[in-house]
T-cell receptor, first 111, second 111 residues
Framework: GEDVEQSLFLSVREGDSSVINCTYT??????LYWYKQEPGAGLQLLTY?????DMKQDQRLTVLLNKKDKHLSLRIADTQTGDSAIYFC???????????FGKGTMLLVSP | EAGVTQSPTHLIKTRGQQATLRCSPI?????VYWYQQALGLGLQFLLW???????NRGNFPPRFSGRQFPNYSSELNVNALELEDSALYLC??????????FGSGTQLSVL
């Protein structure tokens, strides 16, 4: 497909794990990214993974990459109410210095 | 270290007017990217400047233009404003293109 695809909405309870999924477009994409956007703010780079890696862990965040299926996921352990935000997946396609973004997944964490 | 700064935070214009948005990159970053975030459309790539030159532009009409100054700051100009130009305009900076860091954006409202 031409677009980076993400589900629009995810609701979890505080303390649970959250998994946000993304399907990107180009199996040759060199870097895949996760950004977080809180209301009224810009995008914060959460983490990113190079295409030759399958997994990357950074504190509560775990990124899994399946290049064959062009599938990227972000797992947030012990989700907190402060994690409520919109999460964007992005890819850097070969030959491009710009990033292509999905439309974002709104994560709502309830107490 | 200061992050990417954008001004103004909010801008209200009427149809047909011109808007000028400004961006200061992180110190040491030579690339500036502009994205438009309109409701329901996700982030759309507008323009990429590097070392004072326009390197790439997205699928936007020529009335969207900009420039990058010798100090690497950048301006985005939107001429002949239309109602559908109402959006959050995000600037990002990078050194080498591996990671993009975003500012908080300028909310442009066209009445």
């Amino acid at each position: 497909g031409e677009d980076v695809e993400q589900s629009l909405f995810l609701s979890v309870r505080e303390g649970d794990s959250s998994v946000i999924n993304c399907t990107y477009t180009d199996s040759s994409s060199t870097y895949l990214y996760w950004y977080k956007q809180e209301p009224g703010a810009g995008l914060q780079l959460l983490t990113y993974i190079f295409s030759n890696m399958d997994m990357k862990q950074d504190q509560r965040l775990t990124v899994l990459l399946n290049k064959k299926d062009k599938h990227l996921s972000l797992r947030i352990a012990d989700t907190q109410t402060g994690d409520s935000a919109i999460y964007f997946c992005a890819e850097r396609r070969p030959g491009y210095s710009t990033l292509t973004f999905g439309k974002g997944t709104m994560l709502l964490v309830s107490p | 270290e200061a992050g990417v700064t954008q001004s103004p935070t909010h801008l209200i214009k009427t149809r047909g007017q011109q808007a000028t948005l400004r961006c200061s990159p992180i110190s040491g970053h030579t690339s500036v990217y502009w994205y438009q975030q309109a409701l329901g459309l996700g982030l759309q790539f507008l323009l990429w400047y590097d070392e004072g030159e326009e390197r790439n532009r997205g699928n936007f009409p020529p009335r969207f233009s900009g420039r990058q100054f010798p100090n690497y700051s950048s301006e985005l100009n939107v001429n002949a404003l239309e109602l559908e130009d109402s959006a959050l305009y995000l600037c990002a900076s990078s050194f080498g293109g591996e990671k993009l860091f975003f500012g908080s954006g300028t909310q442009l409202s066209v009445l």
